[in-house]
DNA sequence: CAGTGAGCGAGCTTCCGCTTGACTT
């Protein structure tokens, strides 16, 4: 007989396994195994009618839950259930916070063991500390679990109660949760801001100076005793200086004129100053901070990151990447230290061991701070991996590395220069002792802040020294508007508002993409018009669930029942049925919500309507007794729209599209209009008889302002035929296409592409050259093509290469068209030719399959976006739901 | 791909937090 011991992940499995005596069995949960049904098909038959069912909360029935066990959890409940059968002990192991806690009680209610059960607690896998966890086991703590249960049923009468109203009042398919909608009202709010932005300008004077031949800039401060305008001066809202800033304004004709007089005077240093700064390197790694990181430094996204972090964690090269912790055990502090002095020397090390707390709101700490594994830190050149996987455990070992080294040292010196009336000043900054700057400078969303952390020498200067002007020029400046938020920014707000988990901050964003509440331009996160609408009717109805500050409440309050000073049924009773509860708000309010003025959004810089429509938003202008409609591009934002814009789309509304000209050939007429593609030109007019005139998109770059009768021509004549092929006679022509120009062989029949290259143009490229082009082999897709970790051998069979490839699922065997992963627990350099055979036997398609198959390497083009609608399998990712595309 | 935005309507969409999985004629 045996132990059965359940933790949450496979790979925290096959740690603890070997800590524990031989007869303990590990088994993975998967976290949660039972949860709230997500949709209609989760609800059991017999209480399918109940009108109830579908929130999966009972509020009049003192807010019971509906718990099932969704369908990908089935068989791993089945597998724990027939595990347990051959266990005489069982032991909890989840993670010790609210969510673990809630897994533990869960495993009980379904699993309902006979035998001894006990909750074991552990933040560290080492000997000692599993076997202290063993000797110090507890019982599942209800009021914990209780805390829990409230959160998950206060987070899904928000969400199931809010987004059906959305679905009333703007449109379908649209959501609302309490993490959601505060991050979409952050980009809102930010956007609203820059809208109301109004730039100002100022000048001011860089002087190159010199002493003893080593040059050196000094900016404009002052002049006659006041102080020169920066950007701090102008009020956002106006564009002009604030009210009582007693400042200088400079002009283009004031700062060149002052430019001339100073040219000609005296420069001297008139005060000198230096201090003394001391820097510390911030705290290893948590999910968000290295979220923010990866993005700063390595332009990841949250979603990419995670996915390399997991990957990581899986080749045990890196502790747990799902944290609120910047705690380092014993072991990491003293492993780190080991690298310091090893790699750096003695004077690089922290005086004392280096350990940080975590300040940020509602932290839960299950687990250590993310940073390398293992009692010796593996260097990052000996990992064996390579590209962004490479980047990402080097980022994590640095920063581990450099939380225990010593503080930087600094010198800033600030030197005041007089020239005549005008006083300047020259900012200096020596490292005197670099410290952990050597392995590690944290980056700053601010592109001007980061080259502020570079060494900036200044000569040495002596108050009174006379200085050379070499150089004195006016520059211009503008106050520029709040930035957007990007992924870093916000998952930075988010946490330090305590709003989100670390398991959750990649999918918030992906939740955002996914609803069209935001897109991603660049790296900016740009809210739409959904988002403008969504924001504005939840801060008008609902506006304390909107606040920042509703989670730090409900978080407080979720805390005290967990440690039993507040009654959960009370709260949540008060939350939701309460005067001024969730749902009583909604009734009352239900009536008052006029679709039309919900959907419709007023912009400052625009005088129009924009209305979110089911085919996207369109602009209303008025316009005597009959409103003129236009449709918006499809990547038209807040931000992005301007007053001509709509103009154009209205006039064109109005008079018929803008007429190019005549066709030089044919007559007809060419038009230029604005789909939702984009601009395009078309030729002749959409009549019965010709429903679909020839119409062609701008190439990337053209503006409709630019586009002459000339190029609508050029556009219109593609294809452009180039000849015949010499040796098969088949026609070659070359196109314009969704991924730029291109040439083809056999339009009507084979169809063979290629793209042009840098240098080729597609009006001016010759037969000879696109011949060039084709017999060159086809690009590979994507971004690098792969290259193995490891060539094994031909195959016997047909003497084709066996190789091993990194997969998004770790490494797998490759034989031409078949994939096999590697035995668990075999790694790459164990894994032989001889192994490798029966797995790709047991994969090998059967039969005659496999030679019509050759469509993973063709032309597939990705039907619409990177968005592929997946198989209906997975519906537990938001991501896969089913979307209205509107292209083919 | 390309000019719409209301109406009749069955049944459905949706939350946050834990965790990996891997389709076929």
């Known amino acids: 007989m045996s132990t059965l011991v359940i933790v949450e992940s496979p790979t925290k499995a096959r740690t603890i396994r070997k800590y524990l005596p031989k007869d303990y069995r590990v088994e993975a949960s998967m976290g949660h195994v039972r949860d709230l049904p997500r949709s209609a098909a989760d609800i059991p038959t017999d209480l399918k009618g109940l009108d109830w069912a579908t929130l999966g909360v009972n509020v009049e029935e003192g807010f019971e839950p509906l718990y099932i066990v969704p369908k990908d959890k089935q068989k791993i409940v089945k597998e724990l259930k027939s595990a347990l059968a051959d266990a005489d002990e069982l032991l909890l192991a989840t993670d010790e916070d609210r969510e673990?806690?809630?897994?533990?009680?869960?495993?009980?209610?379904?699993?309902?063991?006979?035998?001894?059960?006990?909750?074991?607690?552990?933040?560290?896998?080492?000997?000692?500390?599993?076997?202290?966890?063993?000797?110090?086991?507890?019982?599942?703590?209800?009021?914990?679990?209780?805390?829990?249960?409230?959160?998950?049923?206060?987070?899904?009468?928000?969400?199931?109660?809010?987004?059906?109203?959305?679905?009333?009042?703007?449109?379908?398919?649209?959501?609302?949760?309490?993490?959601?909608?505060?991050?979409?009202?952050?980009?809102?709010?930010?956007?609203?801001?820059?809208?109301?932005?109004?730039?100002?300008?100022?000048?001011?004077?860089?002087?190159?100076?010199?002493?003893?031949?080593?040059?050196?800039?000094?900016?404009?401060?002052?002049?006659?005793?006041?102080?020169?305008?920066?950007?701090?001066?102008?009020?956002?809202?106006?564009?002009?200086?604030?009210?009582?800033?007693?400042?200088?304004?400079?002009?283009?004709?004031?700062?060149?004129?002052?430019?001339?007089?100073?040219?000609?005077?005296?420069w001297r240093v008139s005060q000198?100053?230096?201090?003394?700064?001391?820097?510390?390197?911030?705290?290893?790694?948590?999910?968000?901070?290295?979220?923010?990181?990866?993005?700063?430094?390595?332009?990841?996204?949250?979603?990419?990151?995670?996915?390399?972090?997991?990957?990581?964690?899986?080749?045990?090269?890196?502790?747990?990447?799902?944290?609120?912790?910047?705690?380092?055990?014993?072991?990491?502090?003293?492993?780190?230290?080991?690298?310091?002095?090893?790699?750096?020397?003695?004077?690089?090390?922290?005086?004392?061991?280096?350990?940080?707390?975590?300040k940020s709101k509602g932290a839960q700490e299950a687990h250590e701070a993310i940073r390398p594994a293992g009692s010796a830190f593996v260097l990052p050149n000996a990992t064996g991996l390579s590209g962004r996987e490479l980047d990402v455990y080097d980022l994590i070992w640095k920063r581990t590395i450099a939380s225990q080294m010593a503080e930087a040292r600094l010198t800033l010196i600030t030197a005041q220069i007089q020239a005549d009336n005008a006083i300047f000043r020259a900012s200096g900054k020596q490292i005197d002792f670099p410290g952990f700057f050597r392995a590690y400078v944290e980056g700053s969303d601010d592109p001007d802040a980061a080259l502020e952390s570079q060494e900036v020498i200044l000569p040495t200067l002596t108050q009174g020294d006379a200085l050379v002007c070499q150089k004195l020029d006016a520059q211009a400046h503008e106050t520029q508007p709040p930035a957007r938020f990007t992924e870093a920014t916000l998952v930075k707000a988010l946490e330090s508002e305590g709003i989100g988990r670390p398991s959750t901050y990649a999918t918030i964003i992906s939740t955002i993409l996914d609803r069209e509440y935001a897109i991603r331009r660049g790296n900016a996160l740009e809210p739409t018009f959904t988002a403008f609408a969504v924001t504005g009717l939840l801060e008008?109805?609902?506006?304390?669930?909107?606040?920042?500050?509703?989670?730090?409440?409900?978080?407080?309050?979720?805390?005290?029942?967990?440690?039993?000073?507040?009654?959960?049924?009370?709260?949540?009773?008060?939350?939701?049925?309460?005067?001024?509860?969730?749902?009583?708000?909604?009734?009352e309010r239900e009536q008052g919500i006029d679709?039309?003025?919900?959907?419709?959004?007023?912009?400052?810089?625009?005088?129009?309507?924009?209305?979110?429509?089911?085919y996207g938003p369109f602009v209303v202008m008025e316009n005597g007794d009959a409103p003129v409609k236009a449709s918006l591009p499809q990547d038209a934002t807040p931000g992005s729209l301007n007053h001509e814009q709509i103009e154009q789309l209205i006039r064109q509304k109005l008079e018929g599209p803008d007429k190019l000209g005549l066709h030089p050939e044919t007559g007809e007429p060419i038009f230029l209009l604005s789909g939702r593609f984009g601009p395009y030109v078309q030729l002749g007019e959409a009549t019965t008889e010709n429903p679909k005139p020839k119409r062609a998109s701008l190439p990337?770059?053209?503006?409709?302002?630019?586009?002459?009768?000339?190029?609508?021509?050029?556009?219109?004549?593609?294809?452009?035929?180039?000849?015949?092929?010499?040796?098969?006679?088949?026609?070659?022509?070359?196109?314009?296409?969704r991924f730029g120009p291109y040439v083809v062989v056999d339009p009507d029949g084979e169809k063979e592409y290629r793209s042009l290259k840098a240098g080729d143009d597609l009006f001016t490229i010759t037969l000879e050259r696109a011949l060039e082009i084709l017999a060159e082999p086809k690009a590979t897709r994507g971004r690098t093509k792969k290259e193995a970790l490891k060539n094994l051998g031909n195959h016997p069979g047909d003497d084709a290469p066996i190789q091993i490839f990194n997969g998004p699922y770790g490494p797998y065997v490759n034989h031409g068209k078949v994939n096999a992963s590697l035995p668990e627990g075999v790694t790459v350099e164990e894994m032989t030719l001889e192994l490798a055979l029966p797995l790709l036997a047991a994969k090998a398609p059967k039969g005659k399959a496999g030679t019509k198959n050759t469509t993973a390497n063709k032309s597939t083009p990705k039907k619409t976006t990177t968005r592929k609608t997946t198989p209906k399998k997975s519906t537990q990712s938001t991501s896969t739901r089913a979307k209205k595309t509107t292209s083919g």
């Open 100 to 266: 673990g806690e809630s897994i533990s009680w869960h495993l009980l209610q379904l699993l309902k063991p006979k035998i001894p059960t006990k909750r074991m607690v552990f933040h560290e896998i080492t000997a000692e500390a599993i076997q202290a966890a063993l000797e110090n086991c507890r019982q599942v703590d209800q009021k914990l679990v209780r805390a829990q249960e409230t959160r998950r049923i206060l987070d899904r009468l928000v969400g199931y109660t809010l987004s059906p109203l959305l679905w009333r009042k703007i449109a379908p398919h649209l959501s609302a949760g309490r993490v959601q909608s505060v991050a979409v009202r952050l980009l809102v709010n930010r956007e609203r801001e820059r809208l109301a932005f109004h730039s100002g300008s100022y000048w001011d004077l860089k002087a190159t100076l010199d002493k003893n031949k080593s040059p050196f800039t000094a900016t404009l401060i002052e002049l006659g005793g006041q102080r020169v305008a920066t950007g701090s001066d102008f009020d956002p809202a106006t564009g002009q200086i604030q009210a009582n800033r007693n400042v200088v304004l400079l002009n283009a004709t004031t700062a060149q004129a002052l430019r001339d007089r100073l040219i000609q005077t005296d």
């Open 272 to 358: 000198l100053e230096s201090r003394p700064q001391t820097r510390k390197p911030a705290p290893p790694f948590t999910t968000s901070t290295l979220q923010q990181e990866a993005n700063r430094k390595l332009h990841l996204s949250a979603k990419d990151t995670m996915r390399i972090a997991q990957k990581l964690y899986e080749e045990g090269l890196i502790t747990y990447m799902r944290t609120d912790s910047v705690h380092l055990s014993e072991q990491a502090i003293t492993a780190a230290r080991a690298c310091v002095s090893r790699m750096y020397g003695q004077n690089f090390l922290a005086p004392k061991p280096r350990q940080f707390t975590t």
């Open 540 to 587: 008008q109805n609902f506006p304390d669930l909107v606040d920042l500050r509703f989670t730090a409440r409900m978080e407080q309050t979720l805390d005290d029942i967990s440690t039993g000073e507040v009654n959960w049924l009370p709260y949540l009773e008060e939350f939701y049925l309460g005067d001024k509860g969730l749902e009583t708000q909604v009734k």
């Open 595 to 614: 679709p039309s003025s919900a959907r419709a959004i007023h912009l400052p810089n625009v005088k129009a309507e924009v209305v979110v429509g089911r």
């Open 700 to 737: 990337k770059g053209v503006t409709a302002e630019e586009v002459t009768l000339d190029l609508a021509v050029t556009l219109l004549s593609l294809p452009r035929t180039l000849g015949l092929h010499p040796e098969t006679g088949k026609l070659i022509q070359a196109n314009q296409g």
